[in-house]
């Protein structure tokens, strides 16, 4: 009897399609930071090999390592996420989940100039009632 070795072959695509709805980032946007069509990373996502280039930019956008696309896994992340408690420190490899995309100041410091601007815009728009008022009396 002849046995035959099934070979596991690594789609790539398809872990960088996990991660990404993991990330909560969607081909659109992912595809804008690339560059490229969102149809382009739909053909990436179904390819099962992915140029170490593109998946090294593609990496770079999802704030993860080329490694971490390779080697990524479901039962990974559920041993990663069964595992985790307060006290522990990211040493798996899928770490770098918990990779802020933004700098939290920054997004204060935003959100408390769009506030400033918008009371600047309620403060000026009181001033000219305050003068049509006046020239009405």
């Known amino acids: 009897m002849e046995t035959t070795a099934k070979t596991n072959k690594v789609h790539i695509g398809r872990k960088i399609s996990r991660i990404r ?3 909560g980032i969607k081909q659109d946007a992912l595809a804008t930071e ?3 069509s969102q149809q382009a990373i739909s053909k990436i996502e179904q390819s099962e090999e ?3 280039s593109t ?4 990496a770079a956008v999802l704030g993860v390592t080329i490694d971490s696309i ?4 479901e039962e990974g992340i559920v041993n990663y996420f ?3 408690n307060d006290t522990s420190v ?3 490899s899928i770490g770098s989940y918990n990779v802020c995309n ?3 100041l920054e997004k204060v410091i935003e959100l408390y100039n769009e506030k400033v601007e918008l009371l600047e815009r309620l403060l000026q728009s009181e001033r000219e009632k305050i003068e049509l008022l006046k020239g009405k009396s």
């Open 21 to 23: 709805e993991i990330r």
């Open 34 to 36: 690339l560059g490229v």
């Open 50 to 52: 992915v140029e170490d």
């Open 55 to 58: 998946l090294e930019k593609i």
């Open 70 to 73: 390779k080697n990524f896994s």
């Open 82 to 84: 069964n595992t985790f």
């Open 90 to 92: 990211n040493q798996g």
């Open 102 to 104: 933004f700098n939290p």
